[in-house]
């Protein structure tokens, strides 16, 4: 079946830069969502990428490269507040919108 | 109240013990979802209800029954668990069929078995 890898924890400080990667299977791929989870809370929606290249909301980016089977997530300008669990998540497609989750990165910004 | 809500937000039962899970989504969605995030492991898709009909069941064992009785709510009814069922159960909503795969969460119902 499908599975997405990625880093089980982050760390980085205030201010910086930092990228979170996803690789994935490609059977039945159309595209991949990216989840933010802050502790006892509900898994929010990031972005999604259908085609390769950069989509940018804020400090926020998230790419997909086809040919690699890999995407990321790009967090700039860290804040606290982005301290949180972050899942990427595939859409094989059907007709339900189903999501195959990955096994989510702990990101800890510090001061 | 908008987006998706569930109820409780947390339960602790016996194993011997029937509860149920409610789930409400005020979006206008057409299809529903159960989850179940354990610690450490990516969430699980249990369920999937599209237009108020089942349509996927990952081998979900028989002491977990879910229920859509129309398109806003969803039920997860629990019995006889066991304490390895300690977890928390996700909610979620999307809309097929709009071109957006987008699922929308509720907070989930931390659930502990004991």
């Known amino acids: 079946g499908q599975s997405l890898e990625q880093p089980s924890e982050v760390t980085a400080v205030e201010g910086a830069i930092v990228q979170i990667n996803c690789t994935y299977q490609t059977s039945g791929f159309y595209g991949l969502s990216w989840y933010q989870q802050h502790d006892g809370g509900a898994p929010t929606f990031l972005s999604y990428n259908a085609l390769d290249g950069l989509e940018e909301t804020g400090r926020f980016s998230s790419f997909l490269s086809r040919s690699d089977s890999y995407g990321y997530l790009l967090l700039q300008e860290l804040q606290m507040k982005d301290s949180a669990s972050y899942f990427c998540a595939g859409y094989y497609g059907g007709a339900t919108n189903k999501l195959i989750f990955g096994t989510g990165t702990l990101l800890a910004v510090q001061p | 109240e908008t987006g998706v809500t569930q109820t409780p937000r947390h339960l602790v039962m016996g194993m011997t013990n029937k509860k149920s899970l409610k789930c409400e989504q005020h979006?206008?969605?057409?299809?529903m979802y159960w989850y179940k995030q354990s610690a450490k492991k990516p969430l699980e898709l249990m369920f999937v209800y599209s237009l108020e009909e089942r349509v996927e069941n990952n081998s979900v064992p028989s002491r977990f029954s879910p229920e859509c009785p129309n398109s806003s709510h969803l039920f997860l009814h629990l019995h006889t668990l066991q304490p390895e069922d300690s977890a928390l159960y996700l909610c979620?909503?999307?809309?097929?069929?709009?071109?957006?795969?987008?699922?929308?969460f509720g907070p989930g119902t931390r659930l502990l078995v004991l």
């Open positions: 979620a909503s999307s809309q097929v069929s709009s071109g957006s795969t987008t699922q929308y």
């Open positions: 979006l206008g969605h057409n299809a």
